[in-house]
């Protein structure tokens, strides 16, 4: 089975800062990596999917990059309606998530 | 637009079944799969299985298998995920999610059914 490990577990920023989650799988993926936002006690909000498409809607400020067995989730510009969680989900037959990254204000 | 709006919270006792449902609207049911997906509190996420409610074929993850049960009601497009033999363990947040196999993401989740399992 592919495993996803996400690093930081948890990120200490400021607001204007540029932000960098990564996740890294044990085998390659192609570029089926989707990234996804998590807000207290609602669902999670796709950001980007296939490793750099932005999901309508989402601010440009967020991007992704990446392929085979190494993705970035990057934010340039954290706002403050960005503190959250933020997970990567290898995405197949079935959905393997990676551990998550809580941005939190410095 | 579309909506996934799932049923309300729940509390169980240890042993009992739990039966989930998230109805949708604002496409056709049939052309995309629904997927489950738990968070226990303070957790990441768990995926669960799916369901192809054009079919009623099912892939439910091999920890669950024998205890989560899959269904839809293509008539009042609603799918549904049982849960048998709860324990501690199951207290959780339970999604449902649309699967845009296309795009590779789940891009529309319903609200989340918190499930407690307490005696």
């Known amino acids: 089975d592919i495993q996803i490990t996400q690093s930081p577990s948890t990120l200490s920023a400021s607001v204007g800062d540029r932000v960098t989650i990564t996740c890294r799988a044990t085998?390659?993926?192609?570029?089926?990596l989707a990234w996804y936002q998590q807000k207290p006690g609602k669902a999670p909000k796709v950001l980007i999917y296939r490793a750099f498409n932005l999901q309508r809607g989402v601010p440009s400020r967020f991007s992704g990059s990446g392929s085979g067995t190494e993705f970035t989730l990057t934010i340039t510009s954290l706002q403050p309606d960005d503190f959250a969680t933020y997970y990567c989900?290898?995405?197949?037959?079935?959905?393997?998530f990676g551990q998550g990254t809580r941005v939190e204000i410095k | 637009q579309v909506h996934l709006v799932q049923s309300g919270a729940e509390v169980k006792k240890p042993g009992a079944s739990v039966k989930v449902s998230c109805q949708a609207s604002g496409y056709t049911f049939t052309d995309y799969y629904i997927h489950w997906v738990r968070q226990a509190p303070g957790q990441g996420f768990e995926w669960m299985g799916w369901?192809?409610?054009?079919?009623?074929?099912?892939n439910v993850a091999v920890k669950f298998h024998g205890r989560v049960t899959m269904t839809r009601d293509t008539s009042i497009s609603t799918a549904y995920m049982e849960v048998s033999g709860l324990t501690s363990d199951d207290t959780a947040v339970y999604y449902c999610a649309r699967d845009e196999a296309v795009s590779g993401m789940a891009d529309y989740w319903g609200q989340g059914t918190l499930v407690t399992v307490s005696s």
């Open positions: 085998h390659s993926i192609g570029d089926w």
């Open positions: 989900q290898h995405y197949t037959s079935f959905w393997t």
């Open positions: 369901i192809n409610p054009s079919n009623g074929g099912t």
